[in-house]
Structures are given as C-alpha cells and as structure tokens.
C-alpha cells in the first residue's frame, strides 16, 4: 500500500504502517492537552499505541485462523481507522470462513479478560461511555476499548468480521456472489445509518462509516465478477503482445514505451528471457521523479511479482491479483519463458465482454 513504511516481519507476515497514523496520534495529542498539558497528551498517545498493539493482534489471529487453511497473510498496514490484513483469499468453505472471522474477535475476548484479571473488578457502561474524556486508569481503558472492539466488530456489517460471519451464514444457503451481495447491502445501510450518527456527535465514526461504504461494494463487485469467470484460465485473460523492459534498460526507456503503448505494466526480462520483475507505471513515475531518467530499470523495478501458468484457474488469478501491489500477475508457460500477463483492467474487460454477451443472448 502507497504511503506505508515497512516496520518489519512477523510469521512470514510484514508489518507495514501507513502514515496517516502519525496525523491520528497528533490528533489525540492535540485533544488531550487541555485536560493536562504534555502528561495528558503523552498518556493519551500511549493508550493509541497499546490500542492499536491490540488491533496488530487481533489481525493476528485471523492470520494464524486462514494458516490453518494453507492462505498466507503477506502483509498487515496500520491506518488510522485500524488495521488492514492482506490474506491471500478467504476461505471458500463457510465453515472456515466463519473460523477466520471470528479469530479475531475472540484475541480481543482474551485481551479484555486478561486486563480485567488484573484490574480485578469490572468496568462498567459509564466507563465505556466516557472514553473520550480519558477517565480512570490505562488498563482501565485499555480493557474498555478491547470491549468496544469485539462489540463493534461483532456488528453485522460487511466488511467488518460480523459481516463476514453473516456472509459465511448465507453462503450456507447462497453462492459466494450472492451471499457476499447481501452481507455487502446489510453492511452498506450500517454505513450510512453510522455516517448520520457521526456527522452529529463523532465526525470519526463518520470516516469509518465511509470505509465501509466503499469496502463493502468493492468486494461485492470482485466477487460477482469473479464468479462470473468460473470455468475460464489465465491464457483467456492474457495480454500476449506487450513490449518488455531490461534489467539495464532506463527510466527514460520505459517512459517512451508507456508513450507509445497502452501498458500501464511492462515485465522485465533478463537476458534469458526469464523474468526479472515488473515495471508499473506508478513505480516509473515515482523514479524518474525521485531519481531521474537515466535510472536503471532494474533500481526501481517491482521485483516481488505473482506468477501463475496459462491454465491457472482466472478465479486463482484474480485473487492474486486482488492482492498484489502490483495489480498484474505474469503468466509463464513450463519451460519458465513469459507467455504474457493478466492486469486487472484485462480481467475487468472479460467481465464486461462476457456479461454483454449475457445481456445479447438473453
């Protein structure tokens, strides 16, 4: 994800934070003083980070959940609304679906026993309610808002794990499309009904409200278009005629190719023919402005690429690409020779061919 730093790995899982988490602590910092000067500001930017150590955790546990199931989690990103894990795919069982979103949740259920272990005694409604004012302890607080987590994350609303749950419910009785469909519906009319409610009394539940919003039609939309594709394979989706770069080509090169082409993705081939990497147009951008056009390919060139063969399952291919940074997957035959690739936008005009030709024959 642009505008995230790598902090480091974990379990084969990089921790990444983006940072727009710095504008969140200033803003608590900010908030506190006037109930204290620097010791409050500083005690309230402490409580975010042990917050957020929790939520690290709680994505940690769908991680090591989807694990069980053979899905890697290639990275987690730290935003301000929380954090974001990247599994490879969900589950297409509903059964292990359900595991995986409830994992999280139930970190949360351990964390907040713990604490109030500790504590010794409960923290009641008036607790929680008063958050916002930094009243009581640390732990206090900490134990309240790993209850808020649970409660918040239980709610039914796609994409949040409750949503997930629900869609794994449905998915008993629907395809994965239409089940993700309605748990998208159920998430969205959340979204706005928590939108109304932040735009009166906490505009911060209003910018989580609008995560939803988006999220939620995005992944419905992946997954119909998905489905769509069942029975097709990569070759289907391929772009076979591409102009390639070098390793020791420049970044004025690719510029001129970008010019003259409609890629917006140029692979990369050592002098083999074998893949080297990939050059996006983001990335070309980036160097040429960063370090100039005579920049070596091979200095800026997105080196961590997917590759899948020409019979690979598009569904597969998709959700490879749905998790790539690069948002393209290489396709290369047995022999290791680069038979074309699949971007994103390739895949989304095969949907649309396919559904027209739906729409014709109906």
């Known amino acids: 994800m642009s505008w995230s730093v790598r902090l480091f790995d974990i379990a084969g899982t990089t921790l990444r934070l983006h940072l727009t988490f710095f504008l969140l602590l200033i803003w608590v910092a900010a908030a506190s003083w006037p109930q204290g000067g620097a010791p409050a500001a500083l005690s309230?930017?402490?409580?975010?980070?042990?917050?957020?150590?929790?939520?690290?955790?709680?994505?940690?546990?769908?991680?090591?959940?989807?694990?069980?199931?053979?899905?890697?989690?290639?990275?987690?990103?730290?935003?301000?609304?929380?954090?974001?894990?990247?599994?490879?795919?969900?589950?297409?069982?509903?059964?292990?679906?359900?595991?995986?979103?409830?994992?999280?949740?139930?970190?949360?259920?351990?964390?907040?026993?713990?604490?109030?272990?500790?504590?010794?005694?409960?923290?009641?409604l008036t607790d929680m309610a008063e958050l916002e004012q930094a009243r009581g302890s640390l732990l206090v607080q900490l134990a309240a808002i790993n209850v808020v987590i649970v409660a918040f994350n239980l709610i039914p609303a796609f994409p949040l794990d409750g949503g997930r749950m629900l869609r794994a419910l449905l998915a008993y009785r629907f395809d994965r499309a239409t089940a993700t469909f309605y748990a998208a519906r159920v998430g969205?009319?959340?979204?706005?009904?928590?939108?109304?409610?932040?735009?009166?009394?906490?505009?911060?539940?209003?910018?989580?409200?609008?995560?939803?919003?988006?999220?939620?039609?995005?992944?419905?939309?992946?997954?119909?278009?998905?489905?769509?594709?069942?029975?097709?394979?990569?070759?289907?989706?391929?772009?076979?005629?591409?102009?390639?770069?070098?390793?020791?080509?420049?970044?004025?090169?690719?510029?001129?190719?970008?010019?003259?082409?409609?890629?917006?993705?140029?692979?990369?081939?050592?002098?083999?023919?074998?893949?080297?990497?990939?050059?996006?147009?983001?990335?070309l951008i980036q160097a040429i402005s960063s370090s100039g056009a005579e920049t070596a390919v091979k200095d800026f060139m997105e080196t961590e690429v997917q590759t899948v063969e020409p019979d690979a399952p598009l569904e597969d291919v998709m959700n490879k690409i749905y998790n790539s940074p690069v948002r393209a997957v290489l396709v290369v035959a047995s022999g290791?020779?680069?038979?074309?690739?699949?971007?994103?936008e390739n895949a989304t005009e095969l949907f649309m061919l396919d559904s027209a030709r739906g729409r014709s024959a109906a």
């Open 44 to 124: 309230g930017i402490v409580l975010v980070i042990l917050v957020f150590v929790c939520v690290i955790l709680h994505e940690f546990g769908h991680i090591f959940a989807a694990k069980r199931y053979g899905i890697r989690t290639p990275d987690i990103t730290i935003l301000p609304i929380g954090g974001l894990a990247r599994l490879e795919k969900m589950p297409d069982k509903p059964g292990q679906e359900l595991i995986v979103a409830i994992a999280g949740p139930l970190v949360n259920v351990v964390i907040a026993a713990v604490l109030f272990g500790i504590l010794g005694a409960r923290i009641d």
């Open 336 to 344: 290791g020779g680069l038979s074309g690739y699949v971007s994103a």
């Open 188 to 283: 969205q009319t959340f979204a706005v009904a928590l939108a109304v409610f932040g735009l009166f009394y906490n505009p911060f539940l209003a910018l989580i409200a609008i995560f939803i919003l988006f999220a939620a039609e995005s992944e419905s939309r992946f997954e119909t278009q998905r489905a769509s594709l069942s029975g097709r394979s990569a070759r289907d989706a391929m772009v076979e005629r591409y102009e390639s770069l070098a390793p020791d080509d420049t970044a004025e090169r690719a510029g001129e190719l970008l010019l003259q082409t409609t890629q917006q993705e140029f692979p990369v081939l050592d002098g083999s023919g074998r893949v080297a990497g990939m050059v996006t147009r983001s990335g």
